[in-house]
Structures are given as C-alpha cells and as structure tokens.
C-alpha cells in the first residue's frame, strides 16, 4: 500500500513541500491536505492533491501528517483538529511540525487523539525551488520516525539533524535567513543603480556573483576569510569596501539580526 501524506495547512511552506513530493514524483492522489481557506485550497487541487473537509478523516487515511500552521493560531486550531479526530483517528500517523516555537511536548499535550511520533522540522523557503535547508529535531523521536521525515524533506532540500533546544537558533539562522539574503541582495543592486547602471544589469551581475562566490566557497576548500582576503588587494578597491563594512559593524549587525529572530521563535512557543 502507498504511503499517504497529509497536509494540515497548505499555505507558503506547507504548499512548497506538497509540491515538492509531487515534483519529486509522489502520486497526486497519495497528497492529502485540509485547507480551510478557498483561495490558498484551489491551486493545490488543482495539481490533483486531495482535499479534504474534515481534519479528523483525513489524518486516519494518512501515514504522515505535516503540521503546517502559523504558531500564533496553533493553539486555536489544535483543539478544532483534536475533536474532529476522537474516535476516527486508528491509523496512528506520525506528526511533523514545521511550527517555530512550538515544541513538541506542547504539540503532544495539544493534540488530543492518538498518533505516532511527533517530529519537529525547520525548513527555509528555498524548499520551494528545492533547494531549501531543514533541520530536523531529533529528541524523543525513533529511528524510523527520523528516516521518514529524512526522505520526505530530502525531496525539497538539504537536511540536518540537531538537538530541540537548538530549533530556534536554526529558526533565526536559515530559517529566517532568506529575507537577510533578499535584503542583502537588494542593498547591492540599488548601489549599482546608484553608480549608474541599470536595475536589470545591476540585478543579473548581483546574482551571477553571489552564485558564483557560493560555488567557490562550496568547491575551493578555502574558508571565507581566506576568499576574501584573496579579492581584496593591497590599498585596491575591495578593501575600500570591506572598510566600510567594517565600519558599519556589518558582521555584528548579522549576528544581532540572527540572535533576534532566534529570541522572537523563542517567545512565540511561551
């Protein structure tokens, strides 16, 4: 019998891995979801995943059941998804959450009907081009609980495994770290702009550099001081850049930026 995978949400990140497994090669039909919202349900219909209207029935027909819900409204609606599994819920699916701040004694005292093993995931939105990184709590979780949500999420991404109490540092790092990039990214361009060229040129030469010097990082050996020193000419024009950053308290302002997402994923599971 196929494996069934179920979504309880299916909005940004929740839809990105749907239609990760689905671009991966899953069966439609093997895809369920419940989405109350129309608007965010049709175009996953659409791609043939099956909707369903009640919560309960659907996670009896599922082996897997992503949590897939904004933190703030998980309280709320766990309780909705808790009466309307009592007495449909046999099959027992395992749980993955993709919640910041909710742990997963919170998400096991919540869910108020029987189910296997509740694993918490952080996954960044790059797993909608698939090539996102998620991490993967592995306390109080089984083997095979691991390796099912290993295969699952490698479909969208590069997975790792760390301790729970580390999920809301991940949460701040590359969880939250696509906005800093989208950030990072358009403070280049809008200086190129500023020294004269155009937004189309100033935006492809942006990119082509960060994909390069992401490559060269990956493939050269060298750590990130040493690529950098090795642009950076004596009394040349990258130092003169790098000076700035320096001045500016580039690197430290990262780090304030990740230990403040980090604090906030931390609030939102009090």
């Given at each position: 019998?196929?494996?069934?995978?179920?979504?309880?949400?299916?909005?940004?990140?929740?839809?990105?891995?749907?239609?990760?497994?689905?671009?991966?090669?899953?069966?439609?039909?093997?895809?369920?979801?419940?989405?109350?919202?129309?608007?965010?349900?049709?175009?996953?219909?659409?791609?043939?995943?099956?909707?369903?209207?009640?919560?309960?029935?659907?996670?009896?027909?599922?082996?897997?059941?992503?949590?897939?819900?904004?933190?703030?409204?998980?309280?709320?609606?766990?309780?909705?998804?808790?009466?309307?599994?009592?007495?449909?819920?046999?099959?027992?699916?395992?749980?993955?959450?993709?919640?910041?701040?909710?742990?997963?004694?919170?998400?096991?005292?919540?869910?108020?009907?029987?189910?296997?093993?509740?694993?918490?995931?952080?996954?960044?939105?790059?797993?909608?081009?698939?090539?996102?990184?998620?991490?993967?709590?592995?306390?109080?979780?089984?083997?095979?609980?691991?390796?099912?949500?290993?295969?699952?999420?490698?479909?969208?991404?590069?997975?790792?495994?760390?301790?729970?109490?580390?999920?809301?540092?991940?949460?701040?790092?590359?969880?939250?770290?696509?906005?800093?990039?989208?950030?990072?990214?358009?403070?280049?361009?809008?200086?190129?702009?500023?020294?004269?060229?155009?937004r189309p040129v100033a935006m492809q030469l942006t990119l082509a550099t960060i994909e390069g010097s992401v490559e060269l990082l990956k493939k050269s050996g060298k750590d990130t001081g040493e690529l950098s020193a090795m642009v950076s000419s004596p009394a040349g024009t990258t130092?003169?850049?790098?000076?700035?950053?320096?001045?500016?308290?580039?690197?430290?302002?990262?780090?304030?930026?990740?230990?403040?997402?980090?604090?906030?994923?931390?609030?939102?599971?009090?």
């Amino acid at each position: 019998m196929s494996q069934k995978i179920a979504f309880a949400g299916a909005g940004n990140m929740g839809g990105a891995i749907l239609r990760g497994l689905l671009n991966s090669g899953y069966n439609p039909k093997d895809i369920l979801f419940y989405e109350p919202f129309e608007k965010t349900a049709k175009p996953v219909e659409e791609l043939g995943a099956v909707r369903y209207a009640d919560f309960g029935k659907m996670a009896n027909d599922a082996n897997v059941v992503f949590l897939c819900v904004k933190p703030q409204v998980f309280k709320a609606v766990a309780g909705e998804w808790s009466a309307s599994a009592k007495g449909k819920v046999t099959s027992k699916p395992e749980i993955i959450s993709i919640m910041a701040g909710v742990s997963r004694a919170k998400i096991i005292d919540a869910l108020d009907f029987e189910h296997g093993d509740v694993v918490r995931v952080m996954p960044n939105l790059p797993l909608t081009v698939g090539k996102g990184a998620i991490a993967i709590a592995t306390d109080g979780v089984s083997a095979e609980s691991l390796e099912t949500a290993k295969t699952l999420l490698s479909t969208v991404g590069v997975t790792v495994t760390v301790g729970e109490n580390l999920i809301d540092a991940v949460t701040g790092l590359s969880g939250s770290a696509p906005a800093y990039v989208f950030e990072f990214i358009e403070g280049l361009v809008r200086g190129g702009v500023k020294m004269g060229l155009t937004r189309p040129v100033a935006m492809q030469l942006t990119l082509a550099t960060i994909e390069g010097s992401v490559e060269l990082l990956k493939k050269s050996g060298k750590d990130t001081g040493e690529l950098s020193a090795m642009v950076s000419s004596p009394a040349g024009t990258t130092i003169a850049g790098v000076q700035v950053l320096e001045d500016a308290g580039f690197r430290g302002t990262l780090m304030h930026t990740v230990e403040a997402a980090t604090l906030r994923s931390q609030a939102l599971g009090k």
